[in-house]
């Protein structure tokens, strides 16, 4: 995340809705990628769903309407089913669900792929079914064609923590949840459709593995006896073993995180070379792409240097927050394969954003 400051001077998050310096009110523009006063009569206005009930932030181009008919924003748009909003409980947790859509929103944008929901674009736009397990009973989470649905019930930090336990994924969240779905959707949007020879997919193969391996099976498999006792030399989580298809969501979602990660340290002003903590030397392979792409040493050197930098970081990240008596927030190594399939995400996130 980038560091807001308003015209005053004052900083501002990107969950802010007002100043607390000057008392404007602001929101975020995803157009311009920052975060912009909101003045009456002027070009912009809170999204509709900031209006109506509180939940978004975020602001869209003034249509002259009255404010309580104002334009959703591009992340709110992109919602195909939202929960029963005449029931408290599910305005709380929708906006929770929406704040962390807006986190994901604002990677895409600021990474520059070309996004478009399913009213634009039928065939290949994205739509997310927010759902609550009250009205779609045995909901889970997960994409299909372009729709990502996400059961409601996941906002709710009980029911989450409960799932954390019974999963053992103690890092569950909700930009997880969607870090991971967006994953699916990218595979299916630009992979699937390619030959199988294509350069990109037998770059897929060589680092992630078989794609036609029964996927039904496989996850059978994988919730009857988990994860292989060394998947830590290989996979990102434990959950990623379980099918290449998977790996590459909890890799791509994972990837996310660390991008994400590193640009709020730079934005706050920290810096790599100023933490006092040995560097973690990735060999050289960490950063290197499969053989069917082109080679690129200058590109590999920098992604070993920032993956470099991320530990670091994280480490700082995992000590602090243990000196607050709380768990490690970042309980993960990032072993050389990993590195490698982090390095493939890199690679492709940034040619699908140059629309390759
Ligand atoms: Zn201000
Ligand atoms: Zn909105
Ligand atoms: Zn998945």
Redo the contacts with the bound molecule.
Sequence with gaps: MQRFVCDCGNVLFFESSRCLQCGEEVGYDPDAQKMVVIRPGGWGQR????VQYG????V?PANGAAAEKAA??????LNRKIPNLKEERNVRLWGRM?GAK?RLVYSLLRMGIPLASKVMDAQSGLAFDIVSAQAQPGVTMGHLNGVITVNLDEADDTYRQINREQLGESTRTLLGHFRHEIGHYFWQRWMSEAAWDDPQRLAFRERFGDEWRDYGAALSWHYQFGAPQDWADQFISGYAASHPWEDWAETWAHYLQILEGSETFEGLGLETKRIALPVVNFPVEAGQLPNSLPQDEKADKAFVTWLQGWVSLSTVLNETSLSLGQPAVYPFVISTKVAQKLRLVDHLAKVWAAGK
Aim: charged share 10%; glycine share 12%.
């Design positions: 999204c509709g769903n900031g939940i978004c932030n975020w869209v959703l924003c591009f992340s709110c748009s929406e807006r």
